[in-house]
């Protein structure tokens, strides 16, 4: 599932109730998998990023995406391995023999 939220909306923003769904996938939970439904939503989330979004008002409002997700999620869908591998951190290029 890829939900999204508005984070201006400091105190309820991560807020089940204020989750919304953007996609529901079932399949099996693998790289290539997740890379095709990826590529449903790339050009329009590119163009969120880019162009924002105007109101009825035509007031423009920027959008700034943040990725998060659990650990497994996180490790899928940036093609990395396993964490009793080599290189297992998400943020560096730390060898797993150097912790």
């Known amino acids: ?3 999204f939220c508005l984070l201006n909306n400091y105190k309820n923003g ?3 109730e204020n ?3 953007v996609c529901l996938y079932i399949g099996r939970e693998k790289y ?3 890379f095709q439904v990826g590529n449903l939503f790339k050009f329009q989330f590119s163009d969120l990023q880019d162009n924002g979004i105007y109101d009825q008002d035509n007031i423009h409002w920027p959008i700034e995406f943040f990725f998060c997700g659990d ?3 996180m490790y899928l869908i940036m093609g990395l391995n396993a964490p009793n591998s080599k290189y297992f951190c998400l943020y560096c290029n730390c060898e797993s ?3």
């Open 1 to 3: 599932m890829i939900t």
């Open 14 to 16: 991560l807020k089940p």
């Open 19 to 21: 989750q919304y769904c």
């Open 32 to 34: 290539d998998n997740l």
């Open 71 to 73: 650990w497994k999620f």
């Open 97 to 99: 023999n150097l912790r």
